[in-house]
């Protein structure tokens, strides 16, 4: 009896301890989220000035805050990706964590690496650079106040999806032309929203904005230079206009299928600058409007995810045989590019008398000759079969484009030697802002999906964070793999949007 007495007491004084560890752990929580908030900025110069011509300066920017003495940092990079493709040293966040680990006891939990996915070239000592932003952000921590906003911007960029008569999709790129325009019967939406993060001494002078919008910065400038693109452009518009010491930071959201407007006009030069400069003026806007407010709350998570991959060889198939088809349609033609030229411009700018003056024609029906019509007749077959024989080699660069995307993402499969891949993600609350990454090019519909289940609130979703596994458009586009559309020949099987949306929702409440 005596020990049975002693068994249940120890028993209640194990559920004590377990009640207070947990109310102690409820108090550190709701602390963390009331707590004041310090921020540090910092910023380098990583423009590599000795690949060619520069344009305008790549960055990498530091943002370090401290909320109950740990520290966490939001790193923003002039950067097409941090892995697999562009200029950084392989294993880069790797070595930035490792390093911010050594020097400043940061855990590699609470870093945040966004890249901008401009096509820059940064320089060889990336690392380095970017440790010295993070180290000159340490240097100047203090207590701030935060502010969200929010504004629209319609003005910029369009989704580079299109739906054609066929059910299929197609995509702007330049590795391949655009189908016919009679093909074309609709195009993807765009994400408007400019949402902003406004931090404030408490002095009332701006220490930093943080800005989120869904772009692709692609578009280049007139003289080809190395560039951070419209979202570099903006930054520095923001810096110049709000003075000081004022640190722009841009993070990349759901920019997949986003490209910057008039991204194919081949009649005028390339210039990110333009818009950029909208997209700078715009964040302003949010910026005047927005009030920042001391103990706001603030919360961070990681998640590794294992995501699905695809099995990409039926599709492989699927598409060589549609090439195959295409070519065997092709049909020999008696005219040459210069013969074509010549009969196709009399066509369409004389329809009327496309081979001789109007005289000819008006005497060959005085004497009832019909040469000329039939000279016409076969003139006009041979230039439908000879623009039928172009429709057909877009369709087959189209299909082959795509095919070289699929061979390589198969062989990067394999290698794997692996179903599945490991993600991280990573919630972040800082103020009325929630904030959820993914190491991907997410297409913009993934992230109105997650948006659209929180109305009232301010919702970023941030592609191109702490890795990089290429495109990852939804369940319903991957259905259009392999027909000229890039973002779908990608690593992910279908059902990885749904083991997404799971963990985006839970890194999110």
């Given at each position: 009896?005596?020990e049975l007495?002693?068994?249940?007491?120890a028993?209640?004084f194990?559920?004590?301890?377990i009640v207070?560890?947990?109310?102690?752990?409820?108090?550190?929580?709701?602390?963390?989220?009331?707590?004041?908030?310090?921020?540090?900025?910092?910023?380098g110069?990583?423009?590599d000035?000795?690949?060619?011509?520069?344009?305008?300066?790549?960055?990498?920017k530091?943002?370090?805050?401290?909320?109950?003495s740990?520290?966490?940092?939001?790193?923003t990079?002039?950067?097409?990706?941090?892995?697999?493709?562009g200029?950084?040293?392989?294993?880069?966040l790797?070595?930035?964590?490792?390093?911010?680990?050594?020097?400043?006891?940061?855990p590699?939990?609470?870093?945040?690496?966004?890249?901008?996915?401009?096509?820059g070239?940064?320089?060889?000592?990336?690392?380095?650079?970017?440790?010295?932003a993070?180290?000159?952000?340490?240097?100047?921590?203090?207590?701030v106040?935060i502010g969200?906003?929010?504004?629209?911007?319609?003005?910029i960029?369009q989704n580079?999806?299109?739906?054609?008569?066929n059910?299929?999709?197609?995509?702007?790129?330049?590795?391949?032309?655009?189908?016919?325009?009679?093909?074309?019967?609709?195009?993807?939406?765009?994400?408007?929203?400019?949402?902003?993060?406004k931090?404030?001494?408490?002095?009332?002078?701006?220490?930093?904005?943080?800005?989120?919008?869904?772009?692709?910065?692609?578009?280049?400038?007139?003289?080809g230079?190395?560039?951070?693109?419209?979202?570099?452009?903006?930054?520095?518009?923001?810096e110049e206009?709000?003075g000081?010491?004022?640190?722009?930071f841009?993070?990349q959201?759901c920019?997949?299928?986003?490209n910057?407007?008039?991204?194919k006009?081949?009649?005028?030069?390339?210039?990110?600058e333009t818009l950029?400069t909208?997209?700078g003026?715009?964040?302003?806007k949010?910026?005047?409007?927005?009030?920042?407010e001391?103990n706001?709350n603030?919360?961070?998570?990681?998640?590794?995810?294992k995501?699905?991959?695809?099995?990409?060889?039926?599709?492989?198939?699927?598409?060589?045989?549609?090439s195959?088809?295409?070519?065997?349609?092709?049909?020999?033609?008696?005219l040459?590019?210069?013969?074509?030229?010549?009969a196709?411009?009399?066509?369409?700018v004389?329809?009327?008398?496309?081979?001789?003056d109007?005289?000819?024609?008006l005497?060959?029906?005085?004497?009832k000759?019909?040469t000329?019509?039939?000279?016409?007749a076969n003139?006009q077959?041979?230039?439908?079969?000879?623009?039928?024989?172009?429709?057909?080699m877009?369709e087959?660069?189209?299909?082959?484009?795509?095919?070289?995307?699929?061979?390589?993402?198969?062989?990067?499969?394999?290698?794997?030697?692996?179903?599945?891949?490991?993600?991280e993600?990573?919630?972040?609350r800082?103020?009325?802002?929630?904030?959820?990454?993914?190491?991907?090019?997410?297409?913009?519909?993934?992230?109105?999906e997650?948006?659209a289940?929180?109305?009232?609130?301010?919702i970023?979703?941030?592609?191109?964070?702490?890795?990089?596994?290429?495109y990852?458009?939804?369940?319903?586009?991957?259905?259009?793999?392999?027909?000229?559309?890039?973002?779908?020949?990608?690593?992910?099987?279908?059902?990885?949007?749904?083991?997404?949306?799971?963990?985006?929702?839970?890194?999110?409440?």
């Amino acid at each position: 009896m005596s020990e049975l007495f002693i068994m249940t007491n120890a028993s209640r004084f194990h559920i004590l301890l377990i009640v207070l560890a947990w109310l102690s752990l409820v108090s550190a929580i709701q602390g963390s989220q009331a707590s004041p908030i310090k921020v540090g900025v910092g910023k380098g110069d990583i423009t590599d000035y000795q690949a060619g011509p520069v344009s305008d300066p790549l960055y990498a920017k530091a943002m370090v805050i401290e909320v109950q003495s740990q520290r966490y940092v939001i790193i923003t990079l002039d950067v097409v990706a941090l892995e697999r493709i562009g200029p950084l040293p392989k294993n880069y966040l790797a070595q930035v964590r490792d390093a911010l680990s050594s020097q400043f006891g940061i855990p590699a939990q609470h870093i945040l690496i966004n890249t901008s996915h401009c096509h820059g070239n940064s320089s060889s000592d990336v690392v380095e650079r970017t440790v010295k932003a993070v180290e000159h952000a340490i240097g100047n921590l203090e207590l701030v106040k935060i502010g969200i906003g929010k504004e629209k911007e319609t003005r910029i960029s369009q989704n580079r999806r299109i739906r054609l008569k066929n059910g299929r999709e197609a995509d702007y790129r330049h590795a391949y032309s655009l189908p016919d325009d009679q093909e074309i019967v609709g195009i993807g939406p765009i994400d408007p929203d400019v949402t902003v993060v406004k931090c404030e001494t408490t002095s009332g002078n701006c220490k930093a904005v943080l800005y989120q919008f869904a772009c692709h910065p692609i578009l280049g400038t007139p003289s080809g230079g190395n560039t951070a693109d419209l979202t570099g452009y903006a930054s520095k518009v923001i810096e110049e206009q709000l003075g000081g010491d004022v640190v722009a930071f841009f993070l990349q959201g759901c920019g997949g299928d986003i490209n910057p407007v008039g991204y194919k006009d081949n009649s005028q030069p390339r210039n990110a600058e333009t818009l950029g400069t909208m997209l700078g003026l715009t964040v302003l806007k949010a910026v005047r409007n927005t009030q920042p407010e001391s103990n706001k709350n603030f919360a961070w998570k990681n998640k590794i995810v294992k995501l699905p991959l695809a099995d990409l060889q039926p599709t492989i198939q699927q598409i060589r045989e549609y090439s195959e088809g295409l070519t065997q349609k092709l049909q020999g033609t008696s005219l040459n590019f210069k013969e074509f030229y010549k009969a196709y411009t009399n066509q369409k700018v004389f329809p009327d008398f496309p081979s001789a003056d109007s005289g000819t024609y008006l005497h060959q029906q005085q004497m009832k000759d019909d040469t000329r019509k039939i000279f016409d007749a076969n003139s006009q077959r041979n230039v439908e079969a000879y623009l039928g024989n172009i429709l057909l080699m877009e369709e087959i660069t189209r299909a082959q484009t795509n095919l070289r995307l699929l061979r390589m993402h198969e062989a990067e499969i394999l290698d794997m030697r692996s179903r599945t891949i490991d993600v991280e993600m990573i919630g972040l609350r800082l103020g009325d802002l929630r904030i959820v990454t993914f190491p991907g090019e997410l297409t913009v519909s993934v992230g109105l999906e997650i948006k659209a289940k929180f109305p009232d609130q301010f919702i970023a979703v941030c592609g191109y964070s702490n890795g990089y596994i290429y495109y990852a458009p939804t369940t319903e586009q991957l259905a259009n793999r392999g027909f000229a559309q890039e973002d779908s020949d990608c690593l992910l099987a279908p059902q990885w949007q749904a083991v997404f949306n799971e963990s985006a929702m839970e890194l999110l409440r």
